[in-house]
Nanobody, 125 residues
Framework: QVQLVESGGGLVQAGGSLRLSCAAS????????MGWFRQRSGMQREFVAA????????RYADSVEGRFTISRVNAKNTVYLQMNSLKPEDTALYYC??????????????????WGQGTQVTVSS
């Protein structure tokens, strides 16, 4: 069992930066694939970024490639999402999620069984 709590959201101007954190509890964290997803108003939840358990395999959505960076510190049971060059279209509720180790399709929302409550990111123009 993994419990997830996101933090770090807020209001920022376009071009600014934010760092989201996801604190996990549970002994299986270090083996779990971790992902960030977001849900914009009126839209379905979508993949943003993901990282495997050992941190050597990363995947990003095309819309955030080069601007966002996902990382993890297993000793702290925490995964991060550094978001730079933010755009108004990045405004969304951002969720952290965990999936079983060995997940190949890191972008596959349906593979993630544990979810946090989300943290709001608002980017003003």
């Amino acid at each position: 069992q993994v419990q997830l709590v996101e933090s770090g959201g807020g209001l920022v101007q376009a071009g600014g930066s934010l760092r989201l954190s996801c604190a996990a509890s549970g002994r299986t964290f270090s083996h779990a694939a971790m992902g960030w997803f977001r849900q914009r108003s009126g839209m379905q939840r979508e993949f943003v970024a993901a990282i495997n358990g050992s941190g050597d395999r990363l995947r990003y959505a095309d819309s955030v490639e080069g601007r966002f960076t996902i990382s993890r510190v297993n000793a702290k049971n925490t995964v991060y999402l550094q978001m730079n060059s933010l755009k108004p279209e990045d405004t969304a509720l951002y969720y952290c999620a965990a999936a079983p180790s060995g997940l190949v399709r890191l972008w596959d929302l349906s593979a993630y069984g544990y979810w946090g409550q989300g943290t709001q990111v608002t980017v003003s123009s």
